[in-house]
């Protein structure tokens, strides 16, 4: 069967995020102050064909944590869908 899944990975809480950062500060150049605490992350989408929901979910969490994401200074969370 075919599952989609959607990760969001992003940077622990404890970290700074330069990118973050940057963007809260120019948001009251842009004249929005009301923004700040900007936190930058990735988004990803990605297919894979599994027999079970539970099997996809067990490839998925170890793409994330071998490949896609880096667990010393980014936490992941993700969503499974199975393709209609």
Same mark, same amino acid.
């Given at each position: 069967?075919?599952?989609?899944? *959607? #990760? %969001?990975?992003?940077?622990?809480? &404890?970290?700074?995020?330069?990118?973050?950062? $940057?963007?809260?500060?120019?948001?009251? @150049?842009?004249?929005?102050?009301?923004?700040?605490?900007?936190?930058?992350?990735?988004?990803?989408?990605? *297919? #894979? %064909?599994?027999?079970?929901?539970? &099997?996809?979910?067990?490839?998925?969490?170890? $793409?994330?944590?071998?490949?896609?994401? @880096?667990?010393?200074?980014?936490?992941?969370?993700?969503?499974?869908?199975?393709?209609?």
């Amino acid at each position: 069967m075919k599952y989609f899944a *959607e #990760i %969001d990975v992003m940077p622990h809480d &404890a970290l700074l995020d330069p990118q973050g950062k $940057a963007v809260s500060g120019s948001m009251k @150049n842009l004249g929005l102050p009301e923004i700040s605490n900007v936190r930058i992350g990735k988004h990803i989408r990605l *297919e #894979i %064909d599994a027999a079970t929901e539970e &099997a996809a979910k067990e490839k998925v969490d170890q $793409a994330c944590k071998q490949l896609l994401s @880096n667990p010393i200074m980014e936490g992941y969370r993700f969503e499974l869908h199975a393709a209609d």
